[in-house]
């Protein structure tokens, strides 16, 4: 499954640091372009002649902004070392196989690997 998988793998892992590279002009600056959109249709609703009866929702929805922007802000900073480390940990994993020098704690040290880089993209999913 390793040596199938491996492929794969890295390609993942590769666009999800791509992804989440806010330098990059991928799904992180459309996040941003979304949160920013926000904002704007917000403050449009601030204004006008019946702008106290929106005042509430106006807030919630800066607020929700403000928050999104941060934890995408967070999570897109913590995303890129557990899956540098998860493709290391795949190459490592698939030469360890390859070789017959293969130990409980090369496998363990994968594992690991995997389930930091499920949690980040757990924090990012939650809401």
Do not use: C
């Not at 019946?50 to 800066?62: C, H, N, P, S, T």
């Not at 995408?72 to 070789?99: C, E, G, H, M, Y």
Request: net charge negative.
């Amino acid at each position: 499954m390793v040596t199938a998988s491996h492929d794969t793998t890295l390609q993942l892992v590769d666009l999800v640091r791509r992804d989440f590279d806010p330098k990059a002009d991928h799904w992180s600056l459309g996040y941003d372009v979304v949160v920013t959109a926000l904002v704007g249709a917000a403050e449009f609703a601030a204004v006008g002649p019946d702008a106290a009866i929106r005042a509430l929702l106006v807030g919630e929805a800066k607020v929700a902004a403000a928050q999104n922007r941060v934890r995408f802000t967070t999570v897109a900073a913590q995303v890129d070392d557990p899956a540098a480390a998860l493709r290391d940990a795949q190459i490592n994993l698939l030469s360890a196989l390859k070789s017959s020098d293969v130990t409980l704690d090369d496998i363990n040290n994968y594992v690991a690997q995997l389930q930091d880089f499920v949690e980040i993209y757990s924090t990012l999913r939650a809401r």
